[in-house]
């Protein structure tokens, strides 16, 4: 088993023979726009982040799901966490056999009822609110979906601004924090145009070395996991901090194998992503995530 590194093109279109592995903002592919999740606290569409194809040793929900699509709460929805609307969130995450009573809850209701077969929900530590979609070969190569029609007139979604990606898109909202010459700028060739279908294509390829790939995250040494850094001489001093040789060239983002959380180690498993807040886009305090896509956990720490 191998760990892949995660590398962000600057292009959204393969080159003619170049395969595609993923992208990340845009559009989420081969859904239909009544599937796409929607925030359990507003009632508006979730953010698509990134969708990404699994290399084959972490295809771990069966060979006939080949990628997943990534959801988060919009940005600006995620000032110290969620702010919720009462009532929405049982119909859209529990919803009922019969429709709820009152109209105002009904297009809830009816989206918690249209839900993909293959989408599982998670909630940070704030209780901000995630999804990923299991993709199949046909949904991951399928059409880019836009997002589902927002009920007119409904007051509970009334009670919450619209998040900004839906005017614009992900990318161009996460512009704002694009300064020429900086590390985004030179990241993405430029500033993100708008546009709900601008993307980034994504790239991974197997790390050179990485011992802890297939192994389950561990700070406390009670597996086989490895630490990317020791002390000299065992003398916890910060001029003693070494880094291994064999943790040289690891990418910030990636797929299983060693990570570098900004605090401590989250309790997932080896399946798992490890991505910075502009693969997608998101509000992580200028932190990181990492998405357990086996059993479906997310975290983000800064």
Same mark, same amino acid.
């Given at each position: 088993?191998?760990? $892949?590194?995660?590398?962000?093109?600057?292009?959204?279109?393969?080159?003619?023979g170049e395969e595609l592995q993923g992208w990340c903002f845009g559009l989420p592919p081969g859904i239909a726009p009544?599937?796409?999740?929607?925030?359990?606290?507003?009632?508006?569409? &979730? +953010?698509?982040?990134?969708?990404?194809?699994?290399?084959?040793?972490?295809?771990?929900?069966?060979? %006939? =799901?080949?990628?997943?699509?990534?959801?988060?709460?919009?940005?600006?929805?995620?000032?110290? #966490?969620?702010?919720?609307?009462?009532?929405?969130? %049982?119909?859209?995450?529990?919803?009922?056999?019969?429709?709820?009573?009152?109209?105002?809850?009904?297009?809830?209701?009816?989206?918690?009822?249209a839900s993909h077969p293959r989408l599982h929900r998670m909630e940070d530590i704030l209780g901000g609110a995630y999804?990923? =979609?299991?993709?199949?070969?046909?949904?991951?190569?399928?059409?880019?979906?836009? /997002?589902?029609?927002?009920?007119?007139?409904?007051?509970?979604?009334?009670?919450?601004?619209? /998040?900004?990606? &839906?005017? #614009?898109?992900?990318?161009?909202?996460?512009?704002?924090?694009?300064?020429?010459?900086?590390?985004?700028?030179?990241?993405? #060739?430029?500033?993100?145009?708008?546009?709900? !279908?601008?993307?980034?294509?994504?790239?991974?390829?197997?790390?050179?070395?990485? /011992?802890?790939?297939?192994?389950?995250?561990?700070? $406390?040494?009670?597996?086989?996991?490895?630490?990317?850094? $020791?002390?000299?001489?065992?003398?916890?001093?910060?001029?003693?901090?070494?880094?291994?040789?064999?943790?040289?060239?690891?990418?910030?983002?990636?797929?299983?194998?060693? +990570?570098?959380?900004?605090?401590? +180690?989250?309790?997932?498993?080896?399946?798992?992503?490890?991505?910075?807040?502009?693969? #997608?886009? $998101?509000?992580?305090?200028?932190?990181?995530?990492?998405?357990?896509?086996? !059993? +479906?956990? =997310?975290?983000?720490?800064?």
């Open positions: 088993m191998q760990a $892949y590194d995660i590398e962000l093109l600057k292009h959204s279109t393969p080159a003619a009544e599937q796409w999740p929607l925030d359990p606290d507003t009632g508006y569409p &979730l +953010m698509h982040g990134l969708t990404l194809r699994l290399p084959e040793d972490y295809r771990v929900h069966g060979p %006939e =799901i080949v990628a997943l699509s990534f959801f988060s709460l919009a940005p600006d929805q995620n000032d110290g #966490g969620p702010s919720s609307v009462d009532g929405i969130a %049982e119909q859209i995450v529990s919803p009922g056999q019969q429709p709820p009573a009152d109209p105002q809850l009904l297009p809830f209701w009816q989206a918690g009822r999804a990923v =979609i299991l993709l199949t070969e046909g949904e991951f190569n399928g059409a880019p979906c836009q /997002p589902p029609r927002l009920p007119e007139g409904n007051a509970l979604l009334a009670q919450t601004d619209a /998040p900004l990606w &839906l005017k #614009g898109g992900s990318a161009s909202t996460f512009s704002e924090h694009v300064r020429e010459g900086d590390f985004l700028h030179r990241l993405f #060739g430029g500033i993100p145009q708008p546009g709900l !279908d601008v993307r980034y294509l994504l790239r991974w390829t197997p790390r050179a070395s990485d /011992p802890n790939a297939g192994i389950k995250p561990d700070e $406390y040494g009670e597996t086989d996991y490895q630490q990317f850094y $020791y002390w000299e001489n065992n003398d916890i001093h910060r001029d003693n901090y070494r880094e291994h040789p064999w943790s040289q060239g690891h990418q910030p983002n990636h797929i299983g194998g060693t +990570m570098r959380p900004v605090q401590g +180690m989250p309790d997932i498993s080896a399946f798992y992503i490890g991505f910075e807040e502009y693969l #997608g886009g $998101y509000n992580f305090g200028s932190g990181n995530a990492q998405l357990d896509f086996r !059993d +479906m956990k =997310i975290d983000w720490a800064c």
